[in-house]
């Protein structure tokens, strides 16, 4: 099989591009030097010339705060890059997988979202990528939609490296405890859209660690998870606080968690609960020579 893997050189693009390897598959993997997505003719020469059968789409614009005030470069990237890969996907009959996030919903419904429940972003980075869906919608006959929340893993920077140093450093760490969703490991998320890509099952899916949780909850097992794992030895004590003691330019989802009724209805198998996956992904942290933050 040959895939193009966009974003390759981001967190969850990396462990795509390990995984396609390790299945033997003939990999492009395009960061920004390579492929500039929102080139629309460079698209069309990079995908004609390699044929992929999938192409996965993971490079965004994914700065939610500054997307607020950068409107056209959020749009550039996650509407107009994204039209012109599903355009090139289709004149060359390619799959198209489109990363997506929980931002296309509006955060307030007390329920899981579903797959088909009504979009209602309300920040620039979710309007803009729910444009990059419907314009793959329209533009592929061969597409996956791929909602994700709360993304994690080795490669690059994220929540849960970022609390890992802090509980190192700081004697206090509030966290947010009125914000709800489902953390994701990339090596979990890789492996479903290894699977999903040998279908022909296309649609719309949440694809997630099951279960959900805060911030807070997720940090306080993050903590406590690390001492154990990492053998770390945490100095801050964690504190519940609201969404209004951090105010940022843009408004964030109270609930991101969604339900997986595509996964379960279509057959696949579910992603791990998401305190295994976070167990998962420490233990490849110990076990790596990407520094750790280990005091």
Avoid at 257 to 272: A, C, K, P, R
């Amino acid at each position: 099989m040959k895939v193009l893997v966009t974003g390759a050189a981001g967190q969850l693009g990396k462990d795509i591009v390990l995984l396609l390897q390790s299945k033997d598959c003939e990999v492009l993997a395009c960061d920004r030097n390579i492929l500039d997505i929102t080139d629309e003719e460079q698209c069309q020469s990079v995908v004609s010339e390699f044929m992929p059968d999938v192409i996965i789409h993971s490079a965004a614009y994914t700065a939610v705060d500054a997307a607020e005030s950068d409107v056209e470069g959020a749009y550039k990237v996650n509407a107009i890059g994204s039209r012109n890969l599903a355009v090139a996907a289709e004149k060359v009959q390619a799959k198209i997988v489109y990363i997506s996030t929980d931002y296309v919903f509006n955060g307030q419904s007390d329920e899981p979202y579903q797959e088909y429940d009504n979009t209602d972003p309300k920040s620039i980075y979710g309007k803009s990528k729910r444009a990059g869906e419907v314009l793959t919608q329209t533009l592929s006959t061969r597409y996956f939609i791929v909602r994700t929340s709360w993304v994690y893993g080795l490669h690059g920077n994220n929540f849960v490296k970022t609390m890992l140093k802090l509980g190192q450093e700081k004697p206090l760490l509030q966290v947010v405890n009125d914000q709800k969703g489902s953390p994701t490991y990339t090596v979990d998320l890789a492996a479903f859209l290894f699977d999903l890509i040998q279908t022909e099952k296309y649609g719309v899916y949440h694809a997630s660690n099951s279960g959900s949780c805060t911030w807070y909850e997720f940090t306080k097992a993050i903590l406590e998870d690390a001492k154990d794992i990492l053998s770390i030895h945490v100095t801050a004590s964690l504190e519940p606080c609201g969404t209004e003691q951090f105010p940022r330019p843009a408004p964030r989802p109270q609930n991101s968690v969604m339900e997986h009724l595509s996964i379960q209805t279509n057959g696949f198998t579910d992603l791990q609960p998401w305190r295994d996956g976070l167990r998962s992904f420490l233990k490849q942290l110990r076990d790596s020579s990407v520094p750790s933050e280990r005091s």
